[in-house]
């Protein structure tokens, strides 16, 4: 029987920059180092991306080192190559902007 192909295939994403979005609004950059089944991730020289506390839709510049961490696979919402990816402003806050991350599939 042939492999099954996933919508999602990390092993292409191992020892490469990804973004993680985490439910609860988290977003953690990171070198993917390993992952399993069940989406667990370990993430090596990772940085949380803190967001707004008068505005969770809005992610500041202000960032935390957290080093190497375990995210836990039914907290993880999404999962994206750095690589591939451009940030823009986002077009729906108006004037003030807000940082929207722009994905793209893994191919």
């Known amino acids: 029987m042939a492999p099954k192909d996933t919508v999602l295939d990390l092993a292409r994403c191992i020892d490469r920059g990804v973004r993680v979005k985490?439910?609860?609004?988290r977003e953690v950059t990171g070198t993917?180092?390993?992952?399993d089944q069940l989406l667990n991730l370990v993430l090596?020289?990772?940085?949380?991306?803190?967001?707004?506390?008068?505005?969770?839709?809005?992610i500041t510049a202000v960032t935390r080192r957290l080093g190497l961490m375990v995210c836990r696979g039914t907290s993880v919402m999404v999962v994206s190559a750095l690589d591939?990816?451009?940030?823009?402003?986002n077009p729906f806050l108006g004037e003030g902007g807000g940082r929207f991350s722009f994905g793209m599939m893994i191919t």
């Open 22 to 25: 985490l439910s609860g609004g």
């Open 32 to 35: 993917l180092k390993g992952y």
């Open 44 to 58: 090596d020289d990772a940085i949380e991306h803190v967001r707004d506390p008068e505005d969770a839709m809005r």
């Open 84 to 89: 591939g990816c451009d940030e823009i402003s």
